[in-house]
């Protein structure tokens, strides 16, 4: 049992929680004048009500450089290994990029194409599904009715010494792949710290039922190096 909550508290760890919009503003500096007037706090985007999105406007570019600069490591909240770098945004194929994840969810790219991103599709004057949407802030409520935004960012490829590696999207990336196109990214130039896993080929990922243990996620995880993106209300 007690290795059960121990496991159960890990997993936690990993779940965005919400975040007060003073903090994040404490966090990434100035915010976009809508965000401090309508909204009290940042979750991910699944939190927002579907039937509760009041707006979406694009991403200034200044904002999202700010939210990816003060993204911090795990192992130390200290360290920005994005501070000096280059930030872009780039149409990729994702055949090109080398991946650090050892499993696809079934049910993650089911909810992907069947739920959370076709909540948008209809609604707003945004590309249609996941493969050409740029950042963005989705202004709405939560289901309790909580003035709230989220951030939804394409996936995130760093570019460093070790290649083009994707660290953030794999499950989006995977969907673009099999139907043969490519998709938008944030790219990141000139990463110079270590990768919190071994980059591997997508010929190395398996499509599983369950979500493994985080240990087992990764090709030799280095967890310390583990880029804490939800420190600035980034989950996807």
């Known amino acids: 049992m007690a290795g059960v909550l121990l496991q159960k508290r890990k997993e936690m760890r990993n779940v965005f929680q919400s975040i007060p919009i003073e903090e994040l503003e404490k966090r990434v500096g100035s ?7 309508t909204a009290d706090i940042v979750v991910s985007l699944r939190d927002i009500d579907p039937l509760r999105i009041n707006s979406i406007e694009v991403m200034p570019k200044d904002y999202l450089d700010r939210l990816i600069r003060r993204v911090t490591l795990e192992g130390d909240s200290s360290s920005r290994p994005y501070a000096d770098c280059e930030i872009t945004t780039m149409t990729v194929d994702p055949d090109d990029l080398q991946i650090g994840q050892t ?30 949407r740029g950042p963005f802030i989705v202004f709405g409520s939560t289901n309790d009715g909580t003035p ?22 794999i499950h989006r990336n995977f969907l673009v792949k099999k139907v043969g196109t490519t998709i938008e990214t944030i790219l990141i130039r000139g990463v110079k710290e270590q990768l919190p896993c071994d980059p591997v080929s997508w010929s190395k990922i398996k499509p599983v039922d369950e979500k493994p243990p985080r240990e087992e996620r990764y090709f030799n ?8 993106l939800k420190y600035t209300g980034i989950d996807g």
């Not at 915010?31 to 007037?37: A, D």
């Not at 499993?103 to 599904?129: A, W």
């Not at 709230?148 to 999207?169: C, N, S, T």
């Open 148 to 169: 709230a935004i989220a951030h939804y960012l394409p996936p995130i490829v760093e570019d460093g010494k070790y290649g083009r590696f994707l660290l953030d999207g």
């Open 31 to 37: 915010l976009p004048f809508n965000m401090q007037r």
């Open 103 to 132: 499993f696809i969810q079934r049910e993650k790219y089911r909810q992907i194409l069947e739920g959370l991103n076709g909540n948008l599709d209809g609604h707003f004057c945004v590309p249609r599904g996941i493969a050409k």
């Open 221 to 228: 995880l280095r967890k310390e190096f583990f880029r804490d």
